[in-house]
Structures are given as C-alpha cells and as structure tokens.
C-alpha cells in the first residue's frame, strides 16, 4: 500500500514542483516585497523596510488604484449583465429550429477562440479615427461622433462593446449546454397544467438553470476582473485614466514607474478582492449543491 | 397558428443573421486592410471587397520575410507546441494519481490547482519577472527571456484546465481494468500505453489542442518576461501600438496570421469548447 501512495506521489509531484514553483513562490515573494519600499530606479535601489503597513497604508488613500478597482468591478458588473441577458435569449432561440441554424452557430463559436490580443486589435482597426468604418458611419449616417482617444466615456463603452462581442458566445454555448441537458418532464406536466410560456419561463427553466448560471457568472467575473490585453491594445488605459483597470493600473506603477514595493502591496490587495469575490460565489455553489443533495 | 410559427422563424433567422454581420464584419475589414496599400487605406473607408482583384503582399512579406516576424512566428510555435505535449503529459500522470491512488490530501491539492487559473496574472507579474531574471539563475542562466521560461510559465495556467477536463475521463474507464492488467504483471508505463491513453484519446487530443490555443494566445506575461529572443506573435501584436505612425496593413497583416490556428482549431474543437473552458462544470 505505501509503495502504492509513492508511486502516486511521484505521479504528482512534477505537476505539484511547477504549481509550487511558478504559483505560490511568486506568491510569498510579492507579500514579501510588499512589506518593503523598493525603486530600483531611486537614489538608494535597496529595498527598505518602514513598518509592515506602510504601502498598504498608502494604498487605502491612493485614490487612482482604488478607482481602477471599482472600474474594474463596474466594468464586471455591466458586461456581465449585458452577456447574460444577451446569451440567455440567444441560447433559448437556438432550442428551436430555423433555417442556417449550424452555420449562426458556428460562426458564433468564432471570436472565443481568437486571442484577446487580436480581438484588440481587430477592434483597434474598424473603430480607430481616420481608419476604422464605425467612425465614418455613425457620422454619416447618425451624425455622431465617436473618437474614443479623446472621449472618456467612449473608450469605457467601447470597452464594454467588445468584451460583449468576444465574450457573449461563451455565454451563449454554455447556457445552451445547461438547457439542453434538463430534464423534460417538468415542462411537460407544466404544459398539461396549462401554464404559458413566461411562467414556464420564470417558474421551471430559470430555477433549474440556476447551477449552470452560477458557473458561468464565476468565470466571467473572474475573467473580466483580469481584463488587460484588449484593452491594452486598444485604449493603453486611456484616455486619462477612464479604462485603467487593475491590472493596466498595477503594470504602469511596476514598469514605468518601478515601484516596486508599492505594485506588491497592490498585487497582493487585487489577488485578495479576487478571492473574496471567488470565495463568495464558490460558497454559494457548495451551498446550492448541498441543498440538492 | 402555423403562420405564427413561420413568423417566429423568419424573425430568428434574421436576428442571428444580423448578429453574424456583427461578429463577422470587424473580421471582414481587418481582412480588408490587410490586402491593401497605405494610400489605398487613406480618406473614406472602402468596404468592397477589392481582394479579389488585388493584394497588396507587402504587407505580409514586410514583417513575415524581411523582418522579424518569422521569429515570433517560430517562438510561438515552439512554445505552444512543447507546452501543449508538457501539459498533456503531466496532467495525464497527475489525473491518473488524483483518480486512482486514495492519496491523502488529494481534494486539497485537486483544489488547489484550480485556484492557480483563478488568479489574475497582472498580480503574479513583478514577483515573476524579479525570480526569472535575478532568483533563478543558474549561473549565466536565467529563465527570462527564453523560451523554456515561457514553457514552464504557461503550465500553471494549462495545467488546472487540462487536469480537469481529463478528471472526468479518467474517472469514467472502469478500476477493474487496470487492477486486471497489474494482476498480469503490467507495469505503469504499460498500463499507460495499452489502457489509459487509448481510451481516453479524444479528452487528450481536445487537452491538447486548447491548451496549445491558450498557450498561442497569451499576451500579458510574454510581453513582460521575453525582451528579444523568446517574443511570440502576441507580443509583437501590440509593438504596432507604441510606435508612431502605425502601418495599419501589416498589423493586420500580423493579426491575421497570429489568429490562423485558432480558425484551423474551431473546426476540431467547437463541439469540446464549452467543457473546455467552464472546465468541464458543464458538459458542452
């Protein structure tokens, strides 16, 4: 039996040294920085200690990292709500039957697979000033201007529009992967009892569909929590700081600023927003699955 | 009541053909600008589709041929490809040990790998780029800036996903088969090659393939562990952004062929995608 655990242990232990290696040592490593005043740039590039708190200290009143958090958190929240709502309805119409059903939905499947990098650029490319189509056309055919470089409110929307483009199919194919896996028998005593369509809708689809809803809202907040490389690429966190999120946020304060200790501190508090929000929702998964159980 | 019906088929027919427009048209234009010179580029933009008559090459020789693209091009194959056989590899070994060794511990460590894809890479990118250009070193070694560096990296975001997808597989081919081949004498490695990997063939080639795509895919900690040497395509995407100037055609020229595999991939793996990326929570 020992020699049966050893043999496991060894099965494991390439894939545990990696995890340990490349997850929880950087880990350590950056609550450890976090602790010290580091700028390899200043007049003395040592790290120095001055208290346990001081950057964590000097986080909770800098106001520009705790609004790219709660843009962050906006910006989770809105796309969410547009995708579900959007992917929802989508993944209901293709329960039934309509002419090029399988091509709609292979083309669909399309932008999950294209890199968020490409998608950035993809964008970059059709909505840009003097380039892109999207301007030309809502000026010539709505006489609205749109020119995201100068305009705040534009490049956040903007934003939000091609994270729906990228991110609604996922939506989409999963929840049509739940729906397609119910069972029939409810709806079929619901038809019998002579409920319509929205009460089957509200009272039997929505209540069963609740597992699968919570898996897809965990790993779309997760994902839109750690929005960098579209962004990056078609904004650069501008203009001003209107789509500097967390992570933008934290990577110009560690690379063109060289704070080091200060990006630490904020590197471990967005690690523990994450997680909190992550917690949260895992419980409600365990608590639902519980119930059934 | 039959019109109805028809009704409500035309109208979804029209609404999804709408929404392929949508998905497709900023697709058709990067195409667009690909094929075209800068002049023809310059003033209103021009949506017919002028491929068919004439292509501006250049704009792929340009990066692919006289510049340093091909390099990129090669890093990123190189790298997906090994991380791709690393990650199905070890997730295979690792699956099989989760599955069928009753390892104390074993729920923790299945969860704790999972936490590794949660996190968001923009926390780990200081600690990571300080250990692989100063920690470790082995003497004039480091792992910054190459390719192994990037090929170990990528397997802490793989190496979740591929373990839980194959989870289910694994789990799903009967004990007594593999108890049945120990009492005739079979090793591991035999067990391996004549049970496991055959039965669990499609789960691995669908491990694979999306671990290769994530692996093509990522931008963020290639642009900030590579300088030169180990840049992959994705990082050589967003340089079009910093310099003035942008020549429009080969960046999408570049954004083209970076987004080629992923096309050749949706084919083989669209039926797979949903269970690949909600980690098998639901079966797609």
Redesign the interface.
């Given at each position: 039996m020992l020699s049966k655990n050893k043999t496991g242990w060894l099965l494991l232990s390439p894939t545990i040294l990696i995890l340990v290696l490349a997850g929880l040592v950087p880990f350590f490593y950056v609550l450890y920085v976090g602790f010290f005043q580091w700028n390899p740039l200043a007049v003395d590039p040592s790290l120095q200690f001055d208290g346990f708190a001081s950057n964590y200290r000097r986080l909770i009143f800098d106001e520009i990292f705790l609004e790219s958090i709660w843009r962050s958190i906006k910006f989770s929240v809105v796309t969410l709500s547009i995708e579900l709502t959007l992917g929802f309805l989508l993944a209901l119409s293709l329960l039934s039957s309509f002419p090029l059903k399988s091509f709609f939905r292979s083309v669909h499947t399309l932008p999950l697979v294209i890199a968020p990098i490409v998608v950035g650029s993809i964008f970059k490319l059709f909505t840009v000033q003097g380039l892109g189509p999207l301007p030309h056309i809502l000026k010539d055919y709505f006489g609205y201007t749109l020119n995201y470089g100068l305009n705040a409110e534009q490049a956040f929307w903007m934003i939000v529009i091609m994270d729906v483009w990228h991110w609604t199919p996922f939506v989409t194919l999963t929840l049509l992967a739940g729906l397609s896996a119910l069972p029939q028998d409810p709806y079929e005593s619901a038809k019998i009892d002579g409920a319509n369509n929205f009460q089957i809708f509200t009272y039997i689809t929505i209540p069963m569909m609740v597992p699968v809803l919570i898996v897809v809202i965990f790993i779309r907040l997760m994902d839109s929590l750690k929005i960098v490389d579209e962004v990056w690429m078609l904004t650069g966190g501008g203009p001003g700081y209107a789509t500097r999120f967390t992570g933008i946020h934290i990577w110009k304060e560690v690379f063109e600023k060289r704070y080091y200790g200060l990006g630490s501190a904020m590197s471990i508090l967005y690690l523990y927003i994450t997680i909190v929000i992550c917690w949260v929702l895992y419980s409600v998964m365990v608590a639902r699955g519980k119930n059934e159980d | 009541m039959k019109t109805k019906k028809t009704f409500?088929?035309i109208g979804?027919?029209f609404?999804?053909?709408l929404?392929?427009i949508?998905?497709?048209?900023?697709?058709y234009?990067?195409i667009l600008?690909s094929t075209r010179t800068p002049v023809e580029?310059f003033g209103?933009?021009d949506?017919s589709p002028t491929f068919f008559e004439k292509v501006h090459w250049k704009n792929f020789t340009k990066p692919f041929i006289d510049g340093i693209y091909s390099d990129y091009l090669f890093n990123s194959i190189i790298v997906a490809t090994s991380n791709a056989a690393l990650v199905t590899v070890?997730?295979l070994?690792?699956t099989?040990?989760?599955s069928?060794?009753k390892?104390p511990g074993s729920e923790s460590?299945f969860f704790?790998?999972m936490t590794?894809r949660?996190?968001?890479?923009?926390?780990?990118?200081?600690?990571?780029?300080?250990?692989f250009s100063t920690?470790?070193k082995f003497g004039d070694f480091t792992l910054f800036d190459t390719k192994i560096g990037l090929i170990?990296?990528y397997?802490?975001f793989n190496?979740p996903f591929a373990?839980w997808l194959l989870k289910g597989i694994i789990d799903g081919i009967p004990r007594e088969l593999d108890e049945a081949m120990i009492v005739d004498g079979a090793n591991?490695f035999t067990i391996f090659r004549k049970l496991i990997i055959p039965l669990a063939a499609p789960g691995i080639a669908v491990t694979s393939l999306l671990s290769f795509?994530f692996a093509?895919?990522?931008?963020?900690l290639a642009s900030?562990l590579t300088s030169v040497y180990a840049r992959t395509i994705?990082t050589g995407?967003?340089e079009?952004?910093t310099t003035t100037g942008t020549n429009?055609g080969t960046?999408?020229a570049v954004?083209l062929v970076?987004?080629l595999p992923?096309?050749l991939?949706?084919f083989a793996?669209?039926k797979h995608?949903?269970?690949g990326?909600?980690?098998g929570?639901?079966?797609?």
């Open positions: - | 409500a088929k979804t027919t609404l999804w053909g929404l392929t949508i998905t497709l048209f900023p697709i234009w990067m600008v580029l209103k933009p949506l070890l997730a070994m690792a099989y040990a989760l069928r060794f390892l460590i704790w790998t590794n949660m996190a968001p890479p923009a926390a780990f990118l200081l600690p990571l780029f300080l250990l920690v470790f170990l990296l397997c802490v190496l373990i591991l795509l093509w895919n990522e931008y963020l900030t994705p995407l967003s079009f952004v429009w960046m999408a954004a970076s987004m992923a096309l991939f949706l793996v669209q995608i949903v269970a990326l909600t980690f929570a639901v079966k797609g």
